[in-house]
């Protein structure tokens, strides 16, 4: 009889732990959020599913309760913008004391992956604010004046900042590649275009981590996605695409089907590099605050003139950011070519795509659109043409 016994209170023993291991909990404190309504959400693929709304009580307090057998993204918003994002494991009960001023920045204990989320997100934020700050400071500079010196000292913090960020997403996802967070590692982005992860290596960090969540966690819908995904990385990451062109421009080999590029002229006018039929065309990168570039223009127009008429053209994208002084420039040293302008200077998506680093920046391009010299001399033009252009 007491043998029986034991037995029936393990089984009880073992299902009251079976129907609780799935079991969550989040329950917390928002202070100066007295009767505010708290909005409890599930984070799915394709957007978010409403789980529970409370209005919280006088004291801020609330409680929230579900089941899940896989880890599961979870919010806990005030309103659209003010909300923190969870990780949240089965079994897990999470304690939650924040602001309502600010949800993000709240203390969390109880979820260890949900503390991965807000290291990842505020070292984000924290990169984000640095390349505003910079960006401003790029702006207020004259670039009607002999700013150039300090013009590329901005641009060359910019670019560091980005490969830090890129780095720290690196080596978070390194130390966490059976974590959920990783997948969210992997698609952050420096802005609504740019992902932070965005050279065509990267794609190896996309097979690592789905391969090894799909081990861990075959059921996970995020992980499903993250598999399904993998298949149509070079669509979604542009950036990776136009990199692995990049690369090989690197190397001065042929390329074919260069990346087009349509911006406008002084006219308003946009003119596309693809619509230009010549033999043999120029594409340069210039700004007129960069004295280089304004030494290179002046050597390139004896060399436009002789070979023009007999089918060579140029089409010159300036970098500056106002528009008058480009004008300028362009009137001034009677540029006779096509001339286009990216007002975004220094982020210009298409300077990314035909990797500009240091102004001026130029590329020989044949009647079959491909690359056949990068950054070549005024020697080695003239000796191309010469040849081509009888």
């Not at 409403?50 to 929230?64: A, S, Y």
């Not at 640095?130 to 700013?147: F, G, R």
């Not at 966490?176 to 740019?194: C, F, P």
Request: with cysteine.
């Amino acid at each position: 009889m007491r043998q029986i016994l034991k037995l029936l209170i393990i089984a009880l023993v073992v299902l009251y732990s079976c129907n609780f291991s799935d079991r969550i909990v989040i329950e917390g404190t928002i202070t100066d959020g007295a009767e505010k309504e708290l909005f409890f959400k599930e984070l799915l693929v394709d957007g978010v599913q409403d789980i529970e709304n409370i209005k919280l009580d006088k004291k801020g307090n609330f409680h929230f309760s579900t089941k899940t057998q896989i880890p599961r993204f979870y919010y806990l918003s005030l309103s659209k913008d003010n909300f923190i994002t969870l990780l949240i494991n089965p079994g897990e009960k999470v304690k939650i004391s924040a602001n309502a001023s600010d949800l993000k920045k709240a203390t969390v204990k109880g979820s260890p992956e949900t503390l991965k989320i807000q290291l990842l997100n505020n070292r984000l934020e924290k990169t984000k604010s640095t390349l505003d700050s910079l960006s401003n400071l790029y702006k207020s500079i004259d670039q009607t004046s002999t700013n150039d010196l300090q013009s590329a000292v901005i641009n060359q913090q910019y670019i560091n900042v980005i490969n830090r960020q890129r780095d720290s997403s690196i080596a978070f996802i390194l130390r966490n590649m059976g974590s959920m967070t990783s997948i969210m590692a992997l698609y952050q982005k420096i802005d609504d275009e740019n992902y932070v992860l965005y050279k065509n290596r990267d794609l190896q960090f996309i097979k690592l981590v789905s391969d090894s969540l799909s081990r861990k966690y075959p059921d996970s819908p995020h992980v499903k996605s993250l598999l399904s995904d993998k298949e149509n990385l070079l669509n979604r990451y542009n950036q990776i695409v136009s990199q692995r062109k990049i690369e090989e421009l690197a190397k001065t080999k042929e390329i074919s089907g260069i990346p087009d590029i349509a911006l406008p002229n002084k006219n308003g006018d946009t003119i596309s590099l693809n619509s230009i039929h010549s033999k043999y065309k120029l594409l340069c990168f210039w700004a007129s605050w960069s004295k280089e570039s304004i030494q290179r223009n002046l050597e390139l127009i004896n060399l436009y003139e002789k070979y023009h008429k007999k089918g060579f053209e140029i089409y010159m994208v300036s970098l500056d950011t106002k528009e008058d002084a480009w004008k300028n420039a362009v009137s001034f040293d009677q540029l006779p070519w096509i001339n286009v302008i990216d007002l975004n200077g220094r982020t210009s998506y298409v300077a990314k795509i035909y990797n500009v680093r240091v102004l001026p920046a130029s590329y020989l391009i044949n009647s079959a659109d491909d690359i056949v010299s990068v950054n070549p001399t005024k020697r080695v033009i003239e000796s191309t043409l010469g040849d081509a252009l009888k």
